[in-house]
């Protein structure tokens, strides 16, 4: 019987066996890598959205505040010298005032100096800071009033609170006063506001036709406890985050016939009630990506009330 030739039973050498392990090998590396690399390509790409949306939700929730600076229920305008204070309830020293006739409604501070909205929160050095007061928040028509110590009655209470900080005004009167509210209570199919004290001066006599609860947000940029930094939002009570991973903030001011916008140290205190304009600009970083990611962002906000 004929035995078959040993080269036809003959397998795999072992140089040809680790040729194929060999190509193998890479052809595995090669996938795992487009792999990891498209896994860390939609990492940053969320991270990045995630970064676009807080600066998109900041600049808004910031827009809003410093268009609405200085509006009142009758729009008076501040630093005219109508808008008065009872002084022991809503002293004009408060940040969250409006100041002596609302001229403070609006001030920016550069590099967060002199900036005290913050209270014992640690702020992030040389960036900037803006408080903006106004009083156009639960606007309620009053229907009747009994000056200078009677209630004031309201068709709703909704937004206002006992021991609130309001804004009492009359457009026929060319009035308006800040004043801490004394108690908010039903009066039949209405509501009663309670003056804490009387009006004094030249409100004493005016019959409140509109009442508005004071609304002052401090703007800043501080540590959020967690080893990074934050957008901060101060308001009468308290301070709340606002977007996360803001490093940095600045922000500028274009005051009427002028050609740039200039830093708020540049401003001096009479001519806050006239700046027309502000740019506001977001530094943004994400310490979890690997490299970090950093993005800075932009607006521009027209203020009314001016």
Not at 187 to 203: E, K, L, M, Y
Not at 204 to 223: C, H, K, Q, S, Y
């Amino acid at each position: 019987m004929s035995r078959p030739a040993l080269s036809i039973q003959r397998g795999l050498t072992l140089i040809e066996l680790m040729i194929s392990m060999t190509l193998g090998l890479i052809v595995i590396g090669g996938v795992l890598g487009i792999f990891v690399a498209s896994s860390e390509t939609q990492r940053r790409t969320e991270e990045l959205s995630r970064i676009q949306e807080n600066a998109r939700v900041a600049l808004q929730l910031m827009g809003r505040s410093m268009r609405e600076a200085g509006g009142n229920p009758c729009g008076i305008p501040s630093g005219a010298g109508l808008i008065l204070h009872m002084a022991a309830e809503a002293p004009t020293a408060n940040w969250w005032s409006g100041g002596n006739d609302f001229t403070s409604a609006f001030v920016g501070y550069a590099g967060g100096n002199g900036f005290t909205a913050n209270g014992t929160m640690p702020m992030t050095a040389g960036s900037d800071a803006v408080i903006t007061v106004s009083a156009n928040a639960s606007v309620k028509t009053v229907i009747s009033d009994a000056p200078p110590a009677g209630e004031m009655i309201v068709p709703t209470k909704e937004g206002l609170a006992t021991d609130d900080i309001l804004f009492a005004c009359n457009p026929n009167a060319g009035r308006g006063v800040v004043f801490k509210a004394g108690t908010v209570a039903e009066s039949g199919t209405n509501w009663s506001v309670s003056r804490t004290t009387p009006f004094t001066g030249a409100v004493a006599g005016m019959r409140v036709t509109a009442l508005g609860r004071i609304n002052a947000e401090g703007w800043f940029v501080g540590d959020n406890g967690r080893g990074g930094t934050s957008l901060f939002r101060a308001f009468n009570g308290g301070v709340e985050e606002i977007a996360p991973d803001v490093s940095a903030m600045q922000i500028t001011y274009l005051l009427p016939g002028a050609n740039s916008y200039v830093a708020a140290d540049k401003i001096g205190a009479a001519q806050w009630a006239g700046v027309i304009a502000a740019y506001i600009e977001l530094t943004i970083t994400s310490n979890t990506a690997n490299p970090p990611i950093a993005r800075t962002v932009g607006l521009t906000i027209n203020l009314r009330n001016r």
